[in-house]
T-cell receptor
Framework: SQQGEEDPQALSIQEGENATMNCSYKTSINNLQWYRQNSGRGLVHLILIRSNEREKHSGRLRVTLDTSKKSSSLLITASRAADTASYFCATADGFGNEKLTFGTGTRLTIIP | NAGVTQTPKFQVLKTGQSMTLQCAQDMNHNSMYWYRQDPGMGLRLIYYSASEGTTDKGEVPNGYNVSRLNKREFSLRLESAAPSQTSVYFC???????????????FGDGTRLSIL
């Protein structure tokens, strides 16, 4: 079963605008990670936020985590055509488990 | 700097045929994983290996077997392929104990498998 559900499923914005996508999950987590997947390629890790963190930044990326609402958001600022990809959240549960559970993804299209 | 390498990249099989998907990583990672990706389903874990010599079932292990050949290599075998196994298969690795030790996973570019 899917742990994470991303929202929206698809998003199209103009280049230069900000893109926000959300992830909700069901069970207690140890950390939450965001990955990007370009068409025909594997997933690339973007950022990891631990359960005791509320916000994290990496370049143009900003991730927030609200464990009380079991949700996270990924903000991409000043979007570029190269940001066109699918974005997935993945959760690691808090039970000493090596496994990640992935959401269904958000397909982001940046219009030049 | 190859990272995670998967072979083959594409494969077409007939129902009932068998095949092995190969995965190798050159990052000296301890943990390795096999996922399948279907439209609208995200990635689902098939099997994983937390360290050399150990393997465990994931969410969707039925119809698959795995072998952790050594620290570098982790193979996935379909003994009798079925159309429901048509999917894109991804191998991944992580330095230590994956999510629990707060380490990201590194992915290969996938094997696109069609079962007719």
């Amino acid at each position: 079963s899917q742990q994470g559900e991303e929202d929206p499923q698809a998003l199209s914005i103009q280049e230069g605008e900000n893109a926000t996508m959300n992830c909700s999950y069901k069970t207690s987590i140890n950390n939450l990670q965001w990955y990007r997947q370009n068409s025909g390629r594997g997933l690339v890790h973007l950022i990891l936020i631990r359960s005791n963190e509320r916000e994290k930044h990496s370049g143009r990326l900003r991730v927030t985590l609200d464990t009380s609402k079991k949700s996270s958001s990924l903000l991409i600022t000043a979007s570029r055509a190269a940001d066109t990809a699918s974005y997935f959240c993945a959760t690691a549960d808090g039970f000493g488990n090596e496994k990640l559970t992935f959401g269904t993804g958000t397909r982001l299209t940046i219009i030049p | 700097n190859a990272g995670v390498t998967q072979t083959p990249k594409f494969q077409v099989l007939k129902t009932g045929q068998s095949m092995t998907l190969q995965c190798a990583q050159d990052m000296n990672h301890n943990s390795m994983y096999w996922y399948r990706q279907d439209p609208g389903m995200g990635l689902r874990l098939i099997y994983y290996s937390a360290s050399e010599g150990t393997t465990d079932k994931g969410e969707v292990p039925n119809g698959y077997n795995v072998s952790r050949l050594n620290k570098r290599e982790f193979s996935l075998r379909l003994e009798s392929a079925a159309p429901s196994q048509t999917s894109v298969y991804f191998c991944a690795s992580s330095p230590d104990r994956g999510g629990y030790s707060n380490q990201p996973q590194h992915f290969g570019d996938g094997t696109r498998l069609s079962i007719l």
